[in-house]
C-alpha cells in the first residue's frame, strides 16, 4: 500500500514537519486551503518562511508555543480559538487575509520516545466564528429594543415552557428571569390567583387553534400590590415551518385605564356620557398595549433607531413608515427625509438626547406633516419615546425612537368634550 499516497488524499488539513518546524508533508486538503503547491513549502520553516504572520514575533507566535508544549509533553495539544493572517500567494494577489482557526498538535515519537514528527492539523472556522458573532450582535440589539419598549414583554415554546423575559418584566416582579424561565407555572406566580383559572383556559384553547389571543389580568409587583395588565400572545412561525415555533407574548399596563372606568360607573352624573367614554378608554388600551407582535418589525407601534450624531434611519418598522408613505426614509437622516421635523424642533430634541444620554418622553405631541404626494399638511398627535442606545463603554451610538400615533383618539376626546359641554 503506498501510505504516501494515501496520505497525500486524507480529506483532513493535515501538514507534518519536523521539531525545528521543517515542513516535509502536507495533503491535498491543507495545500488547497493554504492556497500553496507541495514544491513551494516542503523544506521551508513553518512559521518563518511559509506561514509567518503580521502580527506575532516568532517567541509570541501562539503556534510556536503549542509546538513547543507537544515537544516538551510529548501529549496532544488542542489550541484555542487562533486568529491567523496567512499570506496570499502572488498568484492569488499578495497581501494577507485573517482567519480563524482550530488547530491540534500531535507528536510522532521515535523508538526511544522522543518527538520525530508533528502533525498539525488544523480548520478554518472563519465563516462559523462570523455568524456566531453576527447572531450575538443580533441578540444583543434584541434585547436592547425589548428592554426599552414599556411593555413587559416574554416568549413562550410551544410546550407552554417561558423562554424569555425582558428587563422591564424582572424590574415590576422583581424575580429573575432566570427564576421565572425555570418556574414549572411560569409568570403565573405572579398572577391574581382569580385571574388564573379562565386565563390558563383561554392560552390552551389559542394554543390549541395555533391562534392569537389577550386577555385582561392582574399581576402583582415587587412590592406585593397588583396592577391591571392586558397580556397579548401572538404565534410565530420561522422559515419554512407549517406550526408555531414560539409565541412573543406582551403585558400592557391598563390599570389607570381600568380605574377610570369604573370611577365613571359610580358616578350617576355622567351615565349619559359612559358609553362613549369607556369606548374611548378601551380604544386607547388597544392602542397602548400592542406591541411585539412578530418580533420586533411587526411591533404595532411606531418604530426605529437613528443611528449617530445626524440621526441616520437605520431600522424602520411598517407602523413608522406608515407615517410617511411617500418617502423613502432608509439611511437617510432625519433632516434629509422629514424636514418637517427639523422646523418643528424634533431634531433639536434628538440632539439633546444624543448629547446629554437622558431620555425624552412626551405624551399628545402636535407634528404638522406634508404629505408630498397629495401636497397637502395633516396635523399629527403622536405619544413619544426618544431612548438613548449605548454601545461599548456606554458611548451613545444612537436613539431609540418609540411611541403611537393617537391622531384619532384626541380628535375623539375633543369630539366627546365638545359634546359634554353642549
Known sequence: MDFSNLF???????????????????TDAYLQTTMRKQ?????????????PDIHYSFEENPVRK???????????DFMDLVRYNIARPASEGGGFYESIWEASHTPVLDQEGNVEYIIQKTMDVTEREQAKL?????????????????????????????????ERFVKYTGISAQ??????????DVMHPD???????????????????????????????????????????????????????????IHATKQMVQ????????????????????EKAQFERKTLENMIMNAPAIFCTLKGPEHRFELINPYYQGLFPDRELQDKTVAEA??????????????????????????EVYFQRKRQDINTSEDVYLTLNYQPIFGEGMKIIGILVFGYEITEHVKLRESLQKEGKA
Request: charged share 25%.
Open 134 to 166: 453576527a447572531h450575538q450582535e443580533s441578540e444583543n440589539k434584541f434585547r436592547i429594543m425589548t428592554d426599552t419598549v414599556p411593555q413587559l414583554i416574554y416568549t413562550v415554546s410551544p410546550e407552554g415552557k417561558v423562554t424569555y423575559v425582558n
Open 8 to 26: 497525500q488524499h486524507v480529506p483532513d488539513n493535515l501538514v507534518v514537519f519536523t521539531p525545528d518546524f521543517k515542513i516535509i508533508a502536507a
Open 66 to 76: 503549542s509546538i513547543a508544549k507537544v515537544i516538551e509533553t510529548k501529549r496532544v
Open 195 to 253: 385571574d388564573q383559572g379562565p386565563f390558563i383556559a383561554r392560552a390552551q384553547e389559542s394554543f390549541q387553534k395555533q391562534v392569537e389571543f389577550q386577555a385582561e389580568i392582574r399581576m402583582r409587583d415587587r412590592d406585593g400590590n397588583y396592577r391591571w395588565f392586558v397580556k397579548k400572545c401572538s404565534p410565530v412561525v420561522l422559515g419554512n415551518q407549517n406550526k408555531v415555533s414560539l409565541w412573543v407574548g406582551s403585558a400592557t399596563d
Open 39 to 51: 514544491e513551494d513549502i516542503l523544506g521551508l520553516h513553518l512559521l518563518l518562511e511559509a506561514f
Open 179 to 188: 427564576d421565572i424561565m425555570a418556574s414549572a407555572t411560569g409568570f403565573l
Open 338 to 363: 422629514v424636514p418637517e421635523a427639523k422646523e418643528q424642533g424634533f431634531v433639536d430634541l434628538l440632539d439633546k438626547v444624543y448629547q446629554t444620554g437622558e431620555a425624552f418622553s412626551a405624551k
Open 263 to 282: 370611577e365613571l360607573l359610580e358616578s350617576n352624573e355622567q351615565m349619559a356620557l359612559l358609553s362613549d367614554q369607556v369606548h374611548s378608554a378601551l
